[in-house]
């Protein structure tokens, strides 16, 4: 929902966005020792212009994905589980 709104550009959900991601991006800026503030403010531009072009459709597909993986997954141990038990 916040990337959704962020998406679309309300400044709450930007910040929070920017917020979310400040530890990474001062961990990507860190250079020869020290935060570099021109890599942390390229860095945070560029995160504000990625929200616009998220494309929902495929996080969509990829979580639907992931969650057909997951319970195919589940019923495999479950199989596994009732052989070992049963046979």
């Known amino acids: 929902e916040t ?8 400044p709450d959900a ?8 400040t530890g990474y991006i001062k961990y990507l800026s860190y250079f020869q020792g020290s935060i570099n503030d021109d890599i942390q403010d390229y860095l945070k531009a560029s995160l504000m212009e990625a929200l616009p072009k998220f494309r929902f459709d495929r996080w969509q597909v990829a979580k639907a994905e ?22």
């Open 3 to 10: 990337i959704a709104k962020a998406a679309v550009g309300e």
């Open 14 to 21: 930007v910040n929070t966005v920017i917020q979310t991601y």
């Open 66 to 87: 992931k969650a057909v993986k997951d319970k195919l997954h589940v019923c495999a141990s479950l199989t596994a589980f009732l052989v070992f038990a049963v046979g």
